[in-house]
């Protein structure tokens, strides 16, 4: 499997993007940006949307991506998944509730 890189806002969560009337309005945050497997970014869909049809909507969205590159984003959102959950427990209680929402959202699309 041959990994194409791109350019990746590399800390792409809910907390870094921007809504207005409940549409995505703009992404802040770009200080971590890099070029990597797009897989990283993807796993924010199920860190972002509540709902199972918008995840499926967003990934459809992006044209060319490979079932592989899916599951890994997969693969990538339980890890950020536990990681916010892990630290949140910790000391920071908004990263605790992204975690379990995206550990929830993950279960939830039966993957």
Excluded at 62 to 89: H, R
């Amino acid at each position: 499997m041959t990994l194409k890189h791109k350019w990746l806002h590399g800390d792409l969560h809910p907390r870094n993007i921007l809504v207005e009337n409940g549409a995505i309005a703009g992404i802040i945050d770009w200080g971590d940006i890099t070029s990597g497997d797009i897989a990283t970014d993807l796993a924010s869909i199920w860190m972002l949307f509540s709902e199972p049809k918008a995840r499926s909507q967003a990934l459809a969205e992006y044209s060319n991506v490979s079932e592989a590159t899916i599951q890994c984003a997969l693969g990538w959102a339980i890890l950020f998944g536990v990681m916010l959950l892990d630290t949140g427990l910790v000391d920071n209680p908004r990263h605790a509730i992204m975690g379990e929402k995206t550990l929830h959202r993950v279960s939830q699309d039966g993957w």
